[in-house]
């Protein structure tokens, strides 16, 4: 039995870092299980994208003009690149990887391990050139970029608490 008058000896975990690691948890165990069907499955996830393109081109045309529809349907091509079969299992396997790393980076903080910190970094950084590799212009960048906004925010979040980690 501890003796209710000695210190604490384990180090606790910040409450916001808990927090942080199971919005990690959250996002990436989605991330890591919607990217299944794109690595092993990709016709049936083209053949859904193509089906919600033409149920929103119909539901547009009733309130658009049709300079409007046709520049609607460029973008369309334009994002249709990301619905190729290759790009669909390259960008699935990427995805696969990244959220496992930032999984096990989580788990490895929520430890108050300092390489969990380092293991997460490097699922960011391959969530960040994935899509730029991949897919290339417009559509990779902007991706690139949102993903690097949202991993620069929360390693920045989580570099607060390195001092908590050993």
């Given at each position: 039995m501890q003796n209710p008058f000695?210190?604490?000896?384990?180090?606790?975990?910040p409450t916001f870092l808990t927090i942080l690691c199971m919005l990690t948890f959250l996002w990436n165990a989605y991330k890591f299980y919607?990217?299944?069907?794109?690595?092993?499955?990709?016709?049936?996830?083209?053949?859904?994208q193509e089906q919600a393109n033409e149920m929103m081109m119909e539901?547009?045309?009733?309130?658009m003009s049709e300079k409007d529809?046709?520049?609607?349907?460029?973008?369309?091509?334009?994002t249709s690149k990301l619905f190729e079969e290759n790009n669909l299992i390259a960008a699935g396997v990427a995805s696969f990887i990244s959220s496992a790393l930032l999984i096990?980076?989580?788990i490895w903080m929520w430890?108050?391990?300092?390489?969990?910190?380092?293991?997460?970094i490097a699922g960011n950084a391959v969530g960040v050139l994935a899509p730029i590799i991949i897919l290339g212009?417009?559509?990779?960048?902007?991706?690139?970029i949102a993903s690097l906004l949202n991993a620069a925010f929360f390693s920045s979040l989580y570099?607060?608490?390195l001092k908590y980690l050993s």
């Open positions: 000695e210190e604490n000896t384990v180090p606790l975990r919607d990217a299944i069907p794109r690595i092993f499955t990709p016709e049936k996830v083209m053949v859904t539901m547009m045309s009733k309130y529809l046709e520049k609607m349907e460029e973008g369309q091509k334009e096990l980076g989580g430890g108050l391990r300092k390489k969990g910190f380092y293991v997460y212009g417009t559509i990779g960048w902007s991706i690139g570099a607060i608490h």
